[in-house]
């Protein structure tokens, strides 16, 4: 029997996580997207959001969730996203990455660096509600639920996981925010609730335009994947560059890194 010869096909070095062969007997290319998923990230945001009405979440405890959820981001990057994308055999994907990275630089300046903690209290006449923090903050969660609409990959859950351990302190520092910046309650839970719909949001809108595409749609979900790297690398790093003060080791904070980073290991 003569030897198998790996990458008979000259354009393909590897075989596509996700391409036909990849998916059981029987089981569509374009794979179903699960309701579960929807709800997990709608619940997740809805959840944390509300518990800051009942506890008291002091900014040294947030940032410990915050150091937990930067630690496991980047570990999820370098241990499934970013391997996964480059075996992937679609090309420039490194391009995508820094403009995910220099994208988020971006974002920021509207968003204030909510997505890393940062709360930055309105207090204008009137109360006036900050739009431009929300606009950014909402295309930020927009574009991380994109991916999410590719269920054919290795890394999905990691990447799901990923996104509700982010999304869990943006949402406390969000409502802390806007409940600081005296915004009426029902306010302040209304515009949580629009916040939880835009992650939900992103991955239907992408798996709408996955249908559409004729002929090789892995690409597509290969570079929106590459720029979500890309803001996660820069969401991890600044948060974990961040996490001590004044330089100063802090044993505390750095035991609750390496458990996030622990925990992105153990779901390999």
């Not at 859950?157 to 520092?173: C, E, Q, V």
């Not at 790297?229 to 969401?235: A, K, N, Q, S």
Request: aromatic share 12%.
């Amino acid at each position: 029997m003569a030897p198998r010869i790996w990458g008979e096909s000259t354009h393909k070095p590897c075989r596509r996580l996700y391409d036909n062969k990849s998916f059981p007997k029987g089981r569509s290319r374009r794979a179903k997207m699960s309701y579960w998923m929807f709800i997990l990230l709608f619940l997740s945001v809805i959840i944390s959001g509300i518990s800051v009405l009942f506890i008291n979440i002091s900014g040294k405890n947030l940032k410990l969730i915050l150091s937990f959820s930067g630690a496991f981001l980047f570990a999820i990057c370098a241990l499934h996203l970013i391997p996964e994308i480059y075996l992937s055999g679609t090309p420039n994907v490194g391009i995508y990455i820094l403009i995910g990275f220099f994208a988020q630089i971006l974002l920021e300046f509207l968003s204030e660096g909510i997505e890393h903690g940062h709360i930055h209290v309105h207090k204008h006449a009137g109360h006036a509600f900050p739009y431009a923090m929300m606009i950014g903050l909402s295309i930020h969660s927009f574009l991380e639920g994109m991916p999410l609409a590719n269920t054919g990959t290795n890394s999905h859950n990691s990447l799901l996981t990923g996104i509700i351990m982010h999304n869990i302190p943006i949402a406390m520092a969000l409502m802390t925010m806007l409940l600081k910046s005296h915004i009426r309650k029902q306010n302040a839970i209304l515009w949580l609730i629009i916040f939880a719909l835009v992650t939900p949001l992103g991955t239907f809108m992408s798996y709408a335009i996955g249908q559409n595409i004729i002929g090789n749609f892995s690409i597509y979900f290969d570079r929106i994947m590459a720029v979500v790297i890309g803001i996660f690398l820069h969401i991890s790093t600044t948060i974990l560059f961040e996490s001590s003060e004044n330089h100063r080791f802090n044993f505390i904070k750095f035991l609750v890194i390496m458990l996030g980073a622990g925990f992105a290991i153990m779901s390999m």
